[in-house]
């Protein structure tokens, strides 16, 4: 199993362009995340879904958009992206939510200038 | 990170034992995990406690305290290769995860 994989590794990006950053998985787990994470700070919940087709808000959501048309994919959209997107981002999945363990994908580095 | 509380960094030395702390909000407590992440990587699972006392797993070890909203990963015998960041996370009521800012560990020779 590849477990999680993410696309791509590196980008940058001016201000204003868009982009999709894409997230796979094959354990065949229903409850995906999207992540961000800025130095110093704690992981933040950009958005989440509980199976194909159900996706919800997390923490900080104004910026992103995603959709969830299949289990295994979680794309993440940008659009108009701002230098207060510059982060790493991480997809993870599990295969219940709460208790149950997050395996992460090896992150996304986005710069935005 | 919020309502979550770990010291930004930490060092100790090779073959010692270290005690990397986490305090968070009790309100809505479903649960603590411990991640590790080594520097430009992903988070990789370490430890999840939602009962009271210490689970043990080999050379790490996690205790948690539900009522003073407390938790330690304890670390023996280090190794180089322990350097890394240790993140704590809570459980919410909406069984999302609130995690901490992370503890950088420096482990010198």
């Known amino acids: 199993n590849a477990g999680v994989t993410q696309t791509p590794k590196f980008r940058i990006l001016k201000i204003g362009q868009s982009m999709t950053l894409q997230c796979t998985q094959d354990?065949?787990?229903?409850?995906m995340y999207w992540y961000r994470q800025d130095p110093g700070m704690g992981l933040k919940l950009i958005y989440y879904s509980v199976g194909a087709g159900i996706t919800d808000k997390g923490e900080v959501p104004n910026g992103y958009n995603v959709s969830r048309s299949t289990t295994e994919d979680f794309p993440l959209r940008l659009e108009l992206a701002a230098p207060s997107q510059t982060s790493v981002y991480f997809c993870?999945?599990?295969?219940?939510?709460?208790?149950?363990?997050?395996?992460f994908g090896p992150g996304t580095r986005l710069t935005v200038t | 990170g919020q309502n979550i509380d770990q010291p930004t960094e930490m060092t100790a030395t090779e073959g010692a034992i270290v005690q990397i702390n986490c305090t968070y909000q009790t309100s809505g407590f479903n649960g603590l995990f411990w991640y590790q992440q080594h520097a430009g990587e992903a988070p990789t699972f370490l430890s999840y406690?939602?009962l009271d006392g210490l689970e043990e797993k080999g050379r790490f070890s996690s205790f948690l305290s539900r009522s003073k909203g407390y938790s330690y990963l304890l670390l023996k015998e280090l190794q180089m290769k322990d350097s890394a960041s240790y993140l704590c996370?809570?459980?919410?009521?909406?069984?999302?995860?609130?995690w901490g800012a992370g503890t950088k560990l420096i482990i010198k020779p």
């Open positions: 406690n939602v």
């Open positions: 996370a809570r459980v919410d009521s909406n069984y999302q995860l609130i």
């Open positions: 993870a999945s599990s295969s219940k939510e709460g208790s149950y363990e997050q395996y």
């Open positions: 354990m065949n787990h229903n409850y």
